[in-house]
């Protein structure tokens, strides 16, 4: 297998971009037609779009560590964010509690995310790289899309059930669940287009087309590029 790339390492560091800005841009919420979504909805769909790409171009090994590089600066973030929140402010500052809103996430949404994050991206690269296979490599929209089906609708259970379990009504609990990821979906769908341009330059350019067939997917071999 190729060595890293600065194509893949650009796309690797939108890959983090979007999974941070995305964490910290969901505790807004926002209303579109009656429903209530995270902000995160605007960006975060784009980490399974480039994480499609990925997978489809270079093989679910060199995904797996870039899923494990935005865990790593994820957490990096969180922590760097609580350290920051518990220094004593100056006196004359008085965005403390804007502070702490926007970058203090609970304990328990923070695990909710990154549970979430793990499963949904996981399971996203594992189903499509099992369909190249399995496809021949044809029918690239039904990879793309099929695989965000299943790690978009794990995402939003996984992340949804963790962090409102108890606090939302179950038959809210679902709606929301659902909501969620059919915004989700959706937002890949109306993508798929680019993705196939994207893909397929990148092909053209790199000249690599990577089938995962004899490729062992275990999420925690990251000390390996190629299983």
């Known amino acids: 297998m190729p060595g890293l790339t600065t194509r893949f390492l650009i796309i690797a560091v939108m890959f983090v971009a979007c999974l941070l800005v995305s964490n910290i841009t969901a505790v807004k919420l926002i209303e579109i037609d009656g429903y ?76 909710a995310s990154f549970v979430a994050y793990l499963i949904g991206e996981f399971a996203n690269s594992y189903i499509l790289a099992r369909l190249k296979v399995a496809t021949g490599g044809r029918m690239l929209w039904l990879r793309t899309i099929g695989s965000s089906i299943v790690g978009q609708a794990l995402d939003s259970s996984v992340f949804i059930t963790i962090a409102f379990w108890g606090i939302l009504p179950p038959k809210v609990l679902l709606t929301t669940i659902a909501v969620l990821a059919i915004a989700k979906i959706g937002y890949e769908i109306l993508a798929t287009p680019i993705t196939y341009i994207v893909i397929n330059w990148l092909k053209r350019s790199e000249g690599i087309d990577h089938y995962d067939r004899e490729t062992r997917f275990n999420p925690f071999a990251v000390s390996r590029l190629q299983d």
């Open 36 to 111: 209530v979504l995270p902000g995160a909805i605007v960006i975060f769909p784009i980490s399974y779009i480039i994480g499609d790409v990925l997978t489809e171009v270079y093989g679910f090994a060199k995904v797996r560590l870039v899923i494990w590089l935005g865990f790593a600066a994820n957490l990096f973030a969180v922590v760097s964010f609580a350290v920051v929140g518990v220094l004593p402010a100056a006196g004359f500052w008085t965005g403390q509690e804007a502070y702490d809103v926007i970058l203090g996430a609970t304990p328990r949404i923070l695990a």
